[in-house]
């Protein structure tokens, strides 16, 4: 069964360790994330974004898939299957086809307007007992063709939005999606010290956490971060190890060529990177009950 993610995100921000939100692109990256948490006893949130949404058939297909693989593999650690950066309409789909946490970024809006939409969605999301996150700034970088400039979140607004009752929230403090430039600024820490003081201690989450040095996420998981994003860095280990494979010419003998035998480099090097991670990084291992 999937769950909703509050009582994961709560236990990780009182046992300050961080819960990892894996995207999921298709079947062997929902394999490969769930495995490696089952190996780790480790919690999962595993993340759609609207685009991985279409690419995959639809919400209804993506909740379907992730329920059958999970019972499937015979999962024990608790797993959440969450809209990542949901637009208004698509966080009511997700909430329709049976997702169990959902992200509104209304972060493009005037403020007054993202407000009063996520106070809609977390009051629809709570009354089907699924958790929500919300977003204050935008995060920069390009995700799903989406490029938004890096921002840094207002302590105040978050404070407002922390107090429509968001289980947890996504704030600007630095952080980009995809790649780092070499001359990035790091993640402001004392903003972060003071969104976590304003919003009372709510659990904050890590967006572009692909690429951040680790004792930086590290110490972010100390001042508040409950829950962090990774997308790009799977998607490097899968091409990586799929190209590597190929070049290697495996796939022009022994039966290479069968689909399989060719992806599961990727996805064996997705699995051992969400182990990695987990373990190392999140310390959320061995947290599962
Ligand atoms: P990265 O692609 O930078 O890991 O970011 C993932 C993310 O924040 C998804 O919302």
Redesign the pocket.
Known sequence: MLVSATEMINKAHDGHYAIG?F?INNMEWIKAILLGCEAKKSPVML?V?EGAGKYMCGFDNVVGMVKHIHDNLGITVPVAIHL??GSYEGAKAAIAAGFTSV?FDGSHYDFEENKAKSQEIIALAHSKGLSVECEVGG?G?T?DGVTSAGEQADPQECATIAGLGVDFL?CGIG?????YPADWAGLNFDLLKEIQEATNGKPLV??????IPREQVQKAITLGVSKV???????LVFADATRKYIEAGKDQEGKGYDPRKLLKPGTDAIQALVEEMVENFFGSAGKAE
């Open positions: 939100a995207n993340g974004s990542d950066h992200m995060i970088g995700e996504a952080n980009i999606h995809g790649k890590l967006h572009g956490g692909s690429g994003n990774v997308n790009t860095e799977c998607q």
